[in-house]
């Protein structure tokens, strides 16, 4: 499967411990998205890497959230000291970049989902 | 801020019935606009998107939209439905300058009976 792949698919944790996810992108886009998508809403925008460079980070992203994408490929999400409001679908997404395409259509994965008890 | 407003949420239709999804968006200045579909189970996925040119642009699975930027919409359009185009559809839009983010409306769930 050459498709955005994600891991876990399901996470449940306790109120207060850090989760991680990854995300392993299209091997050949070097934009990497992630957005959260909560019940009866849409994906919102968190976070975009150019290669390794992190462009952009919505203000949803508190300072418990952090993202990294060291060697410009897989990527993860951590979320520290985690909270019941934070239980949600987490996305991630992967495009190339203009220049190399045309429209650069962002593929999705399945997600994670987080459950915080 | 820039925000994109989906008409229904809920949309119940028979098979052969006519569809249409409304779109709204609110940015003054230069889009790309998208409707990507979920099918239960499955990753999100492009449907159709406008760029420029031809305001009613096509998509898979005989879907259409049309952009009208007077009324900053680009509704969906599907002449006859089928069982299958049960989905959840979102559109989206990226703004200038908005480093290819996409900005979604809330979704619209749609079950076609039989």
């Known amino acids: 499967d050459t498709g955005v792949s994600q891991d876990p698919r399901h996470k449940i944790t306790k109120r207060g411990q850090n989760v991680t996810f990854r995300c392993d992108p299209i091997?050949?886009?070097?934009?990497l998205y992630w957005y959260r998508q909560t019940l009866g809403q849409g994906p919102e925008f968190l976070t975009y890497?150019?290669?390794?460079?992190?462009?952009?980070k919505s203000r949803l992203l508190s300072d418990r959230f952090s993202a990294e994408r060291p060697k410009g490929s897989f990527s993860t999400l951590e979320i520290q000291r985690t909270e019941q409001g934070d239980s949600a679908m987490y996305l991630c997404?992967?495009?190339?970049?203009?220049?190399?395409?045309?429209?650069?259509?962002?593929?999705f994965g399945p997600g994670t989902r987080l459950t915080v008890l | 801020a820039q925000s994109v407003s989906q008409h229904n949420h809920h949309v119940i239709l028979s098979e052969a019935a006519s569809l249409e999804l409304g779109c709204n968006y609110s940015?003054?200045?230069?889009?790309?606009l998208f409707w990507y579909v979920q099918y239960p189970g499955q990753h999100l996925q492009l449907l159709l998107k406008?760029?420029?040119?031809?305001?009613l642009v096509k998509g898979i699975k005989g879907f259409e939209a049309e952009f009208i930027k007077s009324k900053f919409s680009f509704n969906l359009r599907k002449p006859s439905v089928q069982w299958s185009d049960t989905a959840e559809y979102f559109c989206?839009?990226?703004?200038?300058?908005?480093?290819?983010?996409?900005?979604f409306g809330a979704g619209t769930r749609l079950a076609v009976h039989p």
């Open positions: 997404a992967s495009s190339l970049s203009p220049g190399q395409g045309n429209y650069n259509e962002q593929f």
């Open positions: 091997s050949e886009h070097n934009r």
């Open positions: 890497f150019q290669n390794e460079a992190q462009l952009e």
């Open positions: 940015y003054g200045g230069t889009v790309n």
């Open positions: 406008y760029f420029s040119g031809d305001p």
């Open positions: 989206a839009v990226i703004t200038s300058g908005g480093y290819n983010k996409l900005i």
